[in-house]
Nanobody, 121 residues
Framework: QVQLVESGGGLVQAGGSLRLSCAAS????????MGWYRQAPGKQRELVAR???????NYADSVKGRFTISRDNAKNTVYLQMNSLKLEDTAVYYC???????????????WGQGTQVTVSS
């Protein structure tokens, strides 16, 4: 079993900042990548940011220059620093883990329970 514990969501005014955290634990042999996705009401889940085990990152165009993803490998934790938040950033944010449970196992995806981020005017 793999557990993903997210924290840091909440209500913030436009222009403000929030920092999300996601800690992975359980049956993890190696981590390929961790990331954040979000889903707004009536919309599909979309990638926000992703970081690989070799620290390569990619971001959605809508958050480039405002959000920063980072990772603490020793703690199996990923962070998302969100600055200059906009109304359209309001969504449920989900942590994603791409990992292997054993050396020979195929990579698998796991999801956190989601944390609400609400940006108000």
């Amino acid at each position: 079993q793999v557990q993903l514990v997210e924290s840091g969501g909440g209500l913030v005014q436009a222009g403000g900042s929030l920092r999300l955290s996601c800690a992975a634990s359980g049956s993890i042999f190696s981590i390929n990548a961790m990331g954040w996705y979000r889903q707004a009401p009536g919309k599909q889940r979309e990638l926000v940011a992703r970081i690989t085990s070799w620290s390569s990152t990619n971001y959605a165009d809508s958050v480039k220059g405002r959000f920063t993803i980072s990772r603490d490998n020793a703690k199996n934790t990923v962070y998302l620093q969100m600055n200059s938040l906009k109304l359209e950033d309001t969504a449920v944010y989900y942590c994603n883990l791409n990992s292997r449970r054993t050396q020979v196992a195929a990579p698998r995806q796991d999801w956190g329970q989601g944390t609400q981020v609400t940006v108000s005017s």
